[in-house]
């Protein structure tokens, strides 16, 4: 089973940038779709963006579209979501996922519901 660990979240300016890290372990990395999700206080888990498994491809919420990029290097077992022009409503705790068994069709049709594994979290606070 793949552990999950973020990093990287903390208080930024509207306007500002923040790096996420997830390092992935007990696993191969190149194996899994990687995705990024977000819970604010009172809200579901919303999703954020999403990585194939050699990271040709990508998907991204629109609320984040043109702002946010993922990516990965699968020689450190890590995944990024590189975080720009950030806005107080991105204020969340920021989880990274995997997924090993499904096909990049599935998960861009409901990647809410089809991540397996998931990690701990990193809180990401803008203020206006």
């Known amino acids: 089973q793949v552990q999950l660990v973020e990093s990287g979240g903390g208080l930024v300016q509207a306007g500002g940038s923040l790096r996420l890290s997830c390092a992935t372990s007990?696993?191969?990395?190149?194996?899994?779709?990687m995705g990024w999700f977000r819970q604010a206080p009172g809200k579901e888990r919303e999703f954020v963006a999403a990585?194939?498994?050699?990271?040709?491809?990508?998907y991204y919420a629109d609320s984040v579209k043109g702002r946010f990029t993922i990516s990965r290097d699968n020689t450190k077992t890590t995944v990024y979501l590189q975080m720009n022009s950030l806005k107080p409503e991105d204020s969340a705790v920021y989880s990274c996922a995997a997924d090993s068994g499904s096909s990049w069709s599935t998960v861009v049709a409901d990647p809410v519901h089809t991540f397996g594994a998931w990690g701990q979290g990193t809180q990401v606070t803008v203020s206006s």
């Open positions: 007990g696993g191969t990395s190149s194996s899994y779709i």
């Open positions: 990585i194939s498994r050699i990271g040709i491809n990508k």
